[in-house]
């Protein structure tokens, strides 16, 4: 996709670009992103944690997006994610609802 792509000079119509950006966004979903300091993570079950926790250990801030789950998993999800951070000497912070933003010891967060 080039830069013309997102003001709509490419050839394609908007509906193609739509189309072929709901796809992307559905193949990103499904991916954790390990690019720079910060990981997104998507998790499905409660036995994604320790992947999670991995990472911030490592010294990376983790963006956990708990919107798929029920509401008992993301409870307990966030529960231990929180007692981890806290461990790390980190924080935590609510960036949308069931979006959060857990950071190693060292980030500030404001």
């Known amino acids: ?8 000079k490419d050839s ?8 072929l950006f709901a796809e992307q966004t559905a193949e990103a979903q499904n991916k954790v992103s390990e690019r720079g300091p910060v990981t997104v993570f998507n998790p499905s079950s409660y036995a994604d944690v320790e ?20 509401p008992e998993t993301a409870i307990r999800i966030i529960d ?19 979006i959060f933003m857990f950071s190693p010891s ?3 967060m404001k």
């Open 80 to 98: 231990m994610l929180s007692g981890a951070v806290y461990a790390l000497g980190g924080g935590v912070y609510e960036m949308e609802k069931n």
């Open 106 to 108: 060292g980030v500030e």
């Open 51 to 70: 992947t999670i926790i991995d990472s911030l250990k490592s010294g990376k801030t983790a963006v956990v997006h708990l919107t798929a789950l029920k």
């Open 12 to 19: 394609r119509t908007k509906k193609d670009r739509t189309a």
């Open 1 to 8: 996709m080039s830069i013309f792509d997102l003001f709509g």
